[in-house]
C-alpha cells in the first residue's frame, strides 16, 4: 500500500526488534511496478495509473490464453489469474473523467477534505469496476 498510481514508487518503513538490533526503524523508498522479476520501463507506463497497467497486462495474458487454445498444436495448460489491484486506498488518485457517475457525489458534510476524498474513492472504485467490463 502507499505506493503512487501514477509514479509508482512506494515508500514505506518497517521495524526490526530484538536484543540485537535494539528497535531498530527502516525506511524505504522504490519503484514499485515489476514485471517477471523486471522493473517495467518508465517509458512503457508513464502517465498510466497502476488500474489500468494492471488490467492492460491481465487482457494480454487473457487474450495469449484464448490464442492457445485455438491453436491446434498447442496443449491447453491449466492456468489461474489472481488480480489485485492497488485502488481502493491511500494515495487517493484516480484518472479524471468528466462522465463519471461520481461527479454526482454532493457534499454532504462541512468537512471538505471529506468530501474530496469520497469523489476520489468513487472514482478509484469507477476504475476498477470498468476494468471488469473490458
Same mark, same amino acid.
Given at each position: 500500500?502507499?505506493g503512487?498510481?501514477?509514479a509508482h514508487l512506494?515508500t514505506?518503513?518497517?521495524?526490526m526488534?530484538g536484543?540485537e538490533?535494539k528497535?531498530t526503524k527502516?525506511? /524505504?523508498?522504490g !519503484?514499485n511496478l515489476v =514485471?517477471?522479476?523486471?522493473?517495467v520501463?518508465d517509458? &512503457?507506463?508513464?502517465?498510466?495509473? #497502476?488500474?489500468d497497467?494492471?488490467?492492460g497486462?491481465?487482457?494480454?495474458f487473457?487474450d495469449?490464453?484464448?490464442?492457445?487454445?485455438r491453436?491446434?498444436?498447442?496443449?491447453a495448460q491449466?492456468w489461474?489469474? /489472481?488480480?489485485? !489491484?492497488?485502488?481502493? =486506498?491511500?494515495?487517493?488518485?484516480?484518472?479524471?473523467? &468528466?462522465?463519471?457517475s461520481?461527479? #454526482?457525489?454532493q457534499?454532504k458534510?462541512k468537512?471538505?477534505?471529506f468530501?474530496s476524498?469520497r469523489?476520489k474513492?468513487?472514482?478509484?472504485?469507477?476504475m476498477?469496476?470498468?476494468?471488469?467490463?473490458k
Open positions: 500500500g502507499g503512487d498510481h501514477f512506494s514505506g518503513s518497517f521495524e526488534r536484543p538490533y528497535s527502516y525506511l /524505504y523508498t !519503484y =514485471h517477471n522479476d523486471e522493473p520501463p517509458e &512503457e507506463v508513464e502517465g498510466m495509473h #497502476s488500474t497497467i494492471y488490467t497486462k491481465a487482457l494480454e487473457l495469449a490464453a484464448a490464442a492457445a487454445i491453436d491446434p498444436k498447442t496443449e491449466p489461474f489469474m /489472481y488480480l489485485a !489491484y492497488q485502488a481502493i =486506498h491511500s494515495p487517493m488518485q484516480t484518472v479524471s473523467n &468528466e462522465d463519471s461520481c461527479n #454526482s457525489i457534499r458534510t468537512d471538505r477534505a468530501a476524498m469523489k474513492l468513487c472514482g478509484m472504485l469507477e476498477v469496476d470498468d476494468s471488469a467490463h
